[in-house]
């Protein structure tokens, strides 16, 4: 079966700029995640969406960030205005309801705002 | 809340001696516990979870992890490691909410082997 997909892998832009990020998560799998992995600390939640509603958010930006799941297939996460911060590689897995804990994880996108 | 400390952010290993990657967790409730994987460029990979029962868990690639409620450790070991096993290894801590599973990951173990 196809794994995660993601899109754009590279992305460079200026502080201030918006970026967004695409994810096509393995089909039937209803809860998708967004992680943010900044370089040499582990994956962190930022949005689960079961279907198309979100289940936690906790740690999402909400001044910058936001992330939707329209149809309950893909998602998009934006960052606008990007901060320097923000630089990292950014994470979508999904998982299926009956595998508890079995993240499916794409490649990542990796973010540098210069 | 749940959380997870990664001893050591850098393990090197001679090819074919055994290893062991620390980790120790710490919450309130009962949990469920992972390690995942992942090689230079790609994307996380499940090793093996534990969940509940037997105490010993053996995943992919020869590895195996033993859940420690006591010490509340989750170490991962390998008998014999392969030039092929270099990579970053995360613990990963859950509360036992079947279902919705909100993984929090440590920091990394970035493992190195040696020819």
């Known amino acids: 079966e196809a794994g995660v997909a993601q899109s754009p892998r590279y992305k460079i832009i200026e502080k201030r700029q918006s970026v967004a990020f695409w994810c096509n998560p393995i089909?039937?799998?209803?809860?998708l995640y967004w992680y943010q992995q900044i370089l040499g600390q582990g994956p962190k939640l930022l949005i689960q969406?079961?279907?198309?509603?979100?289940?936690?958010d906790s740690q999402l930006p909400k001044d910058r960030f936001s992330a939707e799941r329209l149809k309950g297939v893909d998602s998009t996460l934006k960052i606008q205005p990007a901060k320097l911060e923000d630089s990292a590689v950014y994470l979508c897995?999904?998982?299926?309801?009956?595998?508890?804990?079995?993240?499916?994880f794409g490649e990542g996108s990796r973010l540098t705002v210069l | 809340a749940q959380s997870v400390t990664q001893l050591d952010s850098q393990v090197p290993v001679f090819e074919e001696a055994p290893v062991e990657l620390r980790c120790n967790y710490s919450?309130?409730?009962?949990?469920?516990l992972f390690w995942y994987v992942q090689y230079p460029n790609q994307g996380l990979q499940l090793l093996l979870k534990y969940l509940s029962g037997s105490t010993l868990v053996k995943g992919i690639n020869g590895f195996e992890a033993e859940f420690n409620k006591s010490q509340t450790s989750f170490h991962l070991r390998k008998p014999s490691v392969h030039i092929s096993d270099t990579a970053e290894y995360f613990c990963?801590?859950?509360?036992?909410?079947?279902?919705?599973?909100?993984?929090?990951f440590g920091t990394g173990t970035r493992l190195t082997i040696i020819p």
């Open positions: 969406f079961q279907n198309n509603g979100v289940v936690d």
């Open positions: 919450s309130s409730v009962s949990v469920y």
């Open positions: 897995a999904s998982r299926h309801f009956a595998n508890t804990g079995e993240l499916f």
């Open positions: 990963a801590v859950s509360r036992s909410n079947f279902g919705n599973e909100k993984l929090t």
């Open positions: 089909s039937g799998h209803a809860t």
